[in-house]
């Protein structure tokens, strides 16, 4: 019996120090989790961060060009996209006779909306 016995004595001591394995274990996994929630709030936190900051870089950089280049931007812009670009020119006030300049004033948003479908390396750099 005794060898039985210890037999039982080391199979509790095994339990014992497996059940306190699994709280650690537990512990952990929870703390894990909790850091991954918090990485989680950062990151969405970040790309939110970034979404508005690629946003006011175009629109700056879209400012910037207007105010080097004025109407020539404008104009560059009709030859980087020429069918879309000469569509809303065109569609905007036929036969009105008002410039360029004129035309993007009276339809600011869908000439906005046209620039900034642009992608960066395709901004116009006219002299």
């Known amino acids: 019996m005794t060898r039985l016995h210890e037999a039982q004595e080391e199979l509790t001591r095994g339990y014992i120090k497996l059940s306190h394995n699994q709280v650690v274990l537990r512990e952990d996994n929870t703390q894990l989790l909790e850091e991954n929630a918090q990485l989680r709030k950062e990151n969405s936190r970040l790309h939110v961060s970034i979404t508005r900051l690629d946003k006011d870089i175009d629109d700056l950089w879209k400012a910037v060009n207007t105010l080097r280049y004025g109407n020539n931007w404008l104009d560059a812009m009709g030859s980087l996209m020429p069918e879309e670009f000469h569509n809303l ?23 906005e909306a046209l620039i900034l479908k642009l992608p960066n390396s395709r901004w116009p750099e006219v002299p």
């Open 89 to 111: 020119y065109n569609d905007s006030m036929p036969s009105d006779g008002l410039s360029l300049h004129e035309r993007v004033d009276v339809n600011k948003d869908k000439f």
